[in-house]
């Protein structure tokens, strides 16, 4: 395998390759500090009304908000991030029993993004990417490196979920669906996608990754307590800003259509930073691929007396989402009625 991976060789560069360096309209710039308090911020440990108010808020004017007090141990977060680290800092030998460009490999990792050998400039960052339940079916085939990954991130997978199911009813119920509502088939797949961004020459001219909305359900990520995420916001990129032990919850491009535009998904990319590495551990919620897609009532059982989008599958919609290469706004006008 030739080891495109930047973890195994961009402790030898002092400058940034030509092959990353992105075309004055696209380059991030400066990277200021996200201010302190701008994003909005969700107390799981207070009044249940409270949190449906403000979950409900934050998906219409944000398309995204942070999590804190959500029952996940500080100590399991810290060792999470840890046991990714010793992987992406794994010898390149060992990293390459990994490596693969095949999208339907049951653990991938990869760098840039799958279109890797098709892309005009790369991204700073590498991924690991694999399923977690039903844990028993997904654990062979997860990394045997570190000793400690199977356990650890078994660990994370299991409060991981937890909290989704809290998330995905505490949405049901803000917007009057029946509580469970965005369970079963519309949230069958947990998939991890763990990002790693190392130090890098000069984060003006680079991107860690390129901006997106998330195609499923909902994202649920920790960030770490490291700055790189930013958010789209009125026209202009803004930094999330990271924050002890909380979760950044997005909302998907299924949430905007099933919600009938009551919430919205979010366009976010990732910087880089010029002293520290960087890692970010997405859970990607996702509906099965045969999973049929449509604005819902209040009711949460029958088609909204006024439907924005045509209804369809799930595998329809990514088959959508690729061709028009993530451009949300391209997609949803596909879908519009």
Same mark, same amino acid.
């Given at each position: ?165 809290? *998330?995905?009813?505490? *949405? ?166």
């Amino acid at each position: 395998m030739e080891n495109k991976l930047v973890s195994s060789w961009c402790k030898n560069v002092q400058t940034l390759p030509e092959s990353y360096i992105f075309p004055p309209d696209e380059r991030p710039g400066e990277i200021a500090v996200p201010l302190s308090g701008s994003s909005p911020i969700i107390d799981f440990n207070t009044d249940h009304a409270l949190i449906l108010q403000q979950v409900n808020k934050a998906g219409q004017d944000f398309g995204y908000f942070q999590v804190i007090n959500h029952g996940i141990s500080e100590t399991l977060l810290e060792e999470t991030v840890s046991v990714f680290k010793e992987f992406f800092n794994m010898p390149a030998e060992e990293q390459a029993n990994y490596y693969s460009v095949d999208p339907n490999s049951k653990c991938r990792l990869y760098t840039s993004t799958y279109n890797y050998s098709n892309e005009d400039t790369h991204y700073w960052r590498d991924n690991l990417t694999h399923n977690c339940h039903p844990l028993e079916d997904n654990l062979p085939f997860w990394p045997e490196k570190p000793a400690n990954y199977r356990e650890v991130v078994s660990a994370y997978s299991v409060e991981t979920k937890k909290l989704i199911t809290k *998330i995905s009813d505490v *949405i049901s119920e803000g917007l009057g669906f029946e509580k469970g509502y965005l369970g079963g088939e519309l949230s069958k797949v947990q998939l991890l996608s763990v990002n790693y961004y190392p130090p890098c020459p000069d984060p003006n001219l680079a991107l860690g990754m390129h901006s997106h909305c998330d195609p499923n359900l909902f994202t649920v990520l920790y960030q770490g307590n490291v700055y790189g995420l930013q958010i789209l916001k009125d026209g202009k990129w803004t930094g999330v800003e990271p924050l002890p032990n909380a979760f950044v919850v997005f909302i998907g491009c299924q949430l905007q259509i099933i919600s009938n535009d009551k919430l919205k998904s979010v366009t976010h990319r990732a910087v880089t930073n010029p002293k520290e590495a960087r890692v970010s551990v997405g859970t990607f919620v996702i509906p099965s691929s045969d999973c049929h897609i449509e604005p819902v009532s209040d009711l949460g059982k029958t088609s909204t007396k006024n439907p924005l989008y045509k209804a369809y599958q799930y595998k329809e919609f990514l088959h959508t989402y690729a061709t028009k290469h993530g451009d949300f706004e391209a997609v949803l006008q596909f879908y519009k009625l």
